[in-house]
């Protein structure tokens, strides 16, 4: 499971980096910011176990107005990938259920 985290997050950043380096003269993809309007919305992995793909819970939750931030093309249906950075700078990256969710402009 933490093997799968690493590297969604390693994907992420490739793809952040790459968006730049490939669009130099272009604005990067756009940002998107989310707000919280649930009491808590929990965090979750993505995991892959025999072709199929599920969505595990974790113990870490955002609660109501705490504010989100993704790149716009990162989700699905039900999920969006999202980073959040706390008051002491520590980020955590994950999948949130989207219907938790509320896009800010």
């Given at each position: ?23 130099p003269n272009r604005t990067p ?77």
């Amino acid at each position: 499971m933490k093997k799968t985290i690493i590297l969604l997050s390693l994907l992420f950043t490739i793809c952040i980096s790459m968006n730049a380096q490939r669009r130099p003269n272009r604005t990067p993809l756009p940002e998107c910011q989310f707000e919280v309007k649930a009491e808590k919305a929990y965090f979750y992995n993505i995991v892959n176990k025999g072709g199929r793909t599920s969505y595990v819970k974790r113990k870490g939750y955002l609660v109501q107005y705490d504010t989100v931030w993704t790149i716009c093309k990162y989700s699905d249906k039900e999920y969006v990938y999202v980073e959040f950075r706390n008051q002491r700078g520590k980020v955590t990256k994950g999948f949130i259920k989207r219907y938790l969710l509320e896009a800010l402009d």
